[in-house]
């Protein structure tokens, strides 16, 4: 931890705890790196968090509130309280250089930018997803749905490794 | 964990339904006592989380015999992210409605002829052809209806909106090419889904009809166009098809009903298994 037990008095000081948490099923960033926790405020050591989920139906919300929860309470919090909101709603584009970084060198492509405007993409033709691995963008998408509501599954023709990319959404 | 609602399900429907004229008035579901809508936007609320709930649940009895592995994740996928929505909605719908329903309340402790989805969305899952063009036909009326809503008057359900409208996309977009596949593809498929198309036209009019109670939440500040929804809609489709070398066969009435909770058999059969859990445990956590 950075923040020593008893020591959380700002936002600043929340969301240090909170990068120390990570997404569950993504462990190698964070859920403030994901940008999910959207503000924070401590009165009288009780902490109030504010995080937007991801998908809708992302079934890791739970566990990444208790873990918010369990951060802050050993970090010094007299309570917490984590507030739900959907809007603004999430996107990858609030994934900093960083954490796409992490998510490269985990195996994991980071995601494109997320997409705008138009309501409607059939048959688009997709920017080449370039290989963590190797780094080809010689890649194919071998499904749009992956292990996690927010990955899709691409083959690498160069190195022959399949690998999760993070759906720009 | 008894609740009102439990007990006026289908033995008081069935037995008042043979003494009573069926009566088509807005709202007045033929053998339940006469509903009369208090809350019209807790109400709509129930029509979008409803639609959701119970598509998502017919998706999800996919899992496990999607024809091959990425589409039984997809299909998943999509469950997901209908429920997650339903649950959004409805428990919203359960905060209007301010009697202390909160949306595993309204998705498991309800009846069928208190639901308020489209007839679309419960039809039988069919084969994996049929799924897809029920889906194509949903996700492009979800697409232009969430795209409408996003920018209404009620904040939390545009947020909602504006939230549930990514995944729409996706979800248009992929079951959009799952119908040109299968359309443009080997006789058989496109035998299949013109018959899944055939079969399932009649049951789009009822997803642009309106009603008092979309005239009473326009005046709260939630409008759609259900006429320039209709016309998106109908270019979205219409190219699709178009590309998917399928026609669409005219038909001379629309199925209606599930607005004001009257269904086809196959709702309660659904219901039957979603909700059979949530009913022997109660208030069970884990």
């Known amino acids: 931890m950075s923040v020593l037990p008893g020591t959380l008095t700002s936002r600043d000081d929340v969301f240090a705890v909170l990068d120390t948490v990570k997404d569950p099923e993504v462990p190698v960033i964070s859920v403030v790196e994901l940008g999910i926790v959207r ?64 998510l490269r060198a985990y195996g994991i492509a980071p995601p494109g930018r997320a997409e705008s405007g138009g309501l409607i993409t059939l048959t688009r033709r997709r920017a080449p997803v370039a290989c963590p691995w190797c780094g080809s963008t010689d890649t194919r998408l071998q499904s749009e749905f992956g292990s996690t509501a927010c990955k899709a599954i691409h083959t690498c023709n160069a190195c022959r490794q399949p690998f999760d990319e993070f759906k720009a959404i | 964990m008894a ?61 496990g015999h999607g024809p091959i592995l990425e589409e039984d994740i997809a299909v998943a996928n999509f469950a997901l992210d209908l429920i997650g929505q339903a649950t959004m909605l ?64 009620h904040a939390e359900l545009a947020a909602i909106a504006a939230k549930a409208l990514k995944e729409a996309k996706y979800h248009l977009r992929h079951s959009s090419e799952w119908v040109v596949r299968l359309g443009d593809g080997t006789a058989e498929s496109h035998r299949r889904v013109q018959e899944s198309l055939d079969a399932l036209w009649r049951y789009t009019g009822e997803l642009f009809e309106r009603d008092a109670v979309d005239a009473a939440v326009a005046e709260q500040g939630v409008v759609f166009d259900h006429d320039a929804a209709k016309a998106r809609w109908e270019a979205i489709v219409h190219d699709v098809l178009a590309r998917a070398t399928l026609e669409v066969k005219p038909v001379k009435l629309m199925a209606s009903g599930g607005r004001r909770g009257r269904h086809t058999e196959h709702l309660g059969h659904l219901l039957s298994v979603m909700q059979s859990v949530a009913r022997a445990h109660p208030g069970a956590t884990w």
């Open chain 1, 39 to 102: 503000d924070a405020s401590v009165t009288d050591g009780h902490v109030h968090v504010v995080i937007t989920p991801t998908y809708s139906g992302c079934p890791a919300m739970r566990e990444i509130e208790d873990d918010v929860r369990a951060a802050l309470l050993a970090a010094g919090a007299r309570e917490v309280t984590v507030q739900l909101v959907f809007a603004p709603a999430w996107t990858t584009d609030w994934i900093g250089p960083d954490a796409r970084e992490k």
């Open chain 2, 3 to 63: 609740r009102a609602d439990h007990d006026d399900g289908h033995e008081d429907s069935a037995a008042n339904v043979t003494s009573e004229p069926l009566n088509v008035a807005p709202f007045n579901v033929a053998g339940v006592r006469a509903p009369v809508i208090t809350n019209p936007l807790a109400e709509y609320l129930l029509r979008l989380g409803d639609d959701r709930l119970v598509l998502g649940h017919r998706l999800s009895e996919w899992c």
């Open chain 2, 90 to 153: 409805l428990g919203l719908a359960g905060e209007l409605e301010g009697k202390g329903r909160d949306a595993d309340a309204l998705a498991f402790f309800r009846d069928a002829v208190h639901f308020r989805n489209a007839l679309l969305v419960e039809l039988p899952r069919g084969d994996f052809g049929f799924t897809m063009v029920r889906q194509f036909l949903f996700d492009a009326f979800s697409v232009v209806q969430l795209d409408a809503l996003a920018s209404c008057g």
